[in-house]
């Protein structure tokens, strides 16, 4: 006699929760419902990348003594400001080159209940009046080509000569970033450290951390 088994179909995951926020994957009804709009990210803007995970996880383990003004540059999707906006209730301004991030950004945000100013914007392009209105710049893997080396190191510059408090830029390790983090180290100084979550949620990598109080 043959017995038939049926395995429950695991339900498929959409969305996970992280440090008090909600971040959903591409199957997410509202990341869906964005896609079927028509958007299409074309610099890489299109997901939740792993080392936003870790400038949360740091920042939360680690928070500034105050938050009020955050710039999340190279926004994509937008959750590493999502977070600086739900933890701190800090006013963020999310910054990307490409448009068509900001409306999976919106859905982000929605999920979260906050809201971020968005801004179409080149690293390149932005002044150092510009950024004198933010106390924390965040900026999880930007710097993923060779081309991004210089407009990276270079916002870095002039944020920190617009007295920018505190600098967080996560990455996977990729050889670009580590040029980019030695060249900002040799002009400014401060910190290359290696950062991993263990649990549920798995992502390894490096923030460069520039206090500049
Ligand atoms: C790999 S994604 C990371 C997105 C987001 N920070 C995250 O961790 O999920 C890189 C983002 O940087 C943006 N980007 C690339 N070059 C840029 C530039 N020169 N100025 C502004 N944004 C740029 C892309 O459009 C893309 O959204």
Redesign the pocket.
Known sequence: MTIATTQAKKPRVTERKFRGVTMPTAGHKVIRKVKREGHE?S???T???R??FLIMDYLHKHPPESVSNVL?????????GIWCARKFGASVVS????PA?FPYLNAVAELNKVTTTPMV????KLKKSQLAAFDLLV????C?WDE?VK?VSKLIDRAIDAGVGQIVIADPERPTFHEMAEKVINRHGGDLIHWGLKGKLKATGALLVINNQ
């Open positions: 990210p610099i890489h803007g997901k939740l990348w080392s936003s999340d540059a190279g926004c994509g999707w937008g959750i590493t910054l990307d080159a490409d991030v914007q080149r690293f390149e900026a999880a893997d930007v993923f991004l407009p």
